[in-house]
């Protein structure tokens, strides 16, 4: 389901950039309690095997992981059953220190480690998924025709720096404008973002803005995204009471 919200909502991020001719971005929530539904462990060489997780939400995470000691394909594999015996369906909360104690002793005790502090990475990790596009349109505002000012926006303006904007939007308000200093980054501090909710479904939401100018048209700005969201609030719920 997630990965379908994801394909329509970086869509709609191209979308609401060549609407406003401004930077957009778009980011999802994902589910809460987020666990681990399967382990593979596969060989790589002698000396190294990679592990696949696949993830509650059907994302695929994968890394490459050294080998201390010399194993087997056969180690590996029964290291695999042990793990997907013991701790697929539990969130990170459930991982308890008793819990990976047992797995230890039933497997390889030197890569059960290792393997946890990956997976608990993953269950702890911030559940958005970003899009950031258009960021080259901010060339054509008056603002930025100044190459080095330009140039160093450009190269500030990523997902990183987005993602940390949903802290400074408030529970009780759908639609929110900060302007230079009320920024909560220091990277957009010269800049206004304008910025709405949408409804996801099962609880979930996500947010969808713009980054340009403090002179920006806001007006227009806030009714595009305004209108945008309803919409995409309406296909993304029908899109998951059909996928139920």
Same mark, same amino acid.
């Given at each position: 389901?997630?990965?379908?919200? +994801? ?36 060989? %790589? ?11 509650? +939400?059907?994302?695929? &995470? ?29 969130? %990170? ?147 998951? &009471?059909?996928?139920?």
């Amino acid at each position: 389901k997630m990965q379908e919200v +994801d394909k329509v909502v970086s869509q709609v991020g191209k979308l609401v950039s060549q609407m406003t001719n401004l930077p957009a971005y778009a980011m999802a929530a994902r589910p809460a309690g987020l666990t681990a539904r399967r382990f593979d462990l596969i060989l %790589a060489d002698s000396g190294s095997f990679i592990l696949v997780v696949m993830l509650s +939400d059907s994302s695929v &995470k994968n890394k490459l992981i050294r080998l201390p000691v010399e194993l087997t394909e056969q180690d590996l594999k029964l290291l695999g059953a042990v793990l997907n015996a013991s701790v697929t369906e539990l969130t %990170a909360d459930q991982l308890t220190p008793e819990l990976l104690s047992r797995v230890t002793r039933s497997a390889a005790a030197s890569l059960v480690p290792v393997i946890m502090d990956f997976v608990t990475t993953l269950l702890h990790q911030e559940r958005s998924e970003v899009y950031m596009t258009g960021q080259a349109r901010l060339l054509g505002q008056p603002e930025y025709h100044d190459i080095d000012k330009a140039q160093k926006m450009l190269t500030t303006l990523d997902e990183d720096v987005v993602s940390n904007l949903p802290a400074a939007l408030s529970s009780d308000s759908r639609t929110q404008i900060l302007v230079g200093p009320e920024n909560v980054s220091k990277e957009l501090r010269d800049t206004s973002v304008v910025m709405t909710k949408f409804d996801i479904g099962d609880g979930m939401q996500g947010l969808i803005g713009v980054v340009g100018p403090t002179r920006m048209d806001y007006g227009k700005v806030v009714a595009v995204l305004k209108c945008v969201s309803e919409n995409l609030s309406n296909v993304l719920s029908d899109m998951l &009471k059909k996928n139920e």
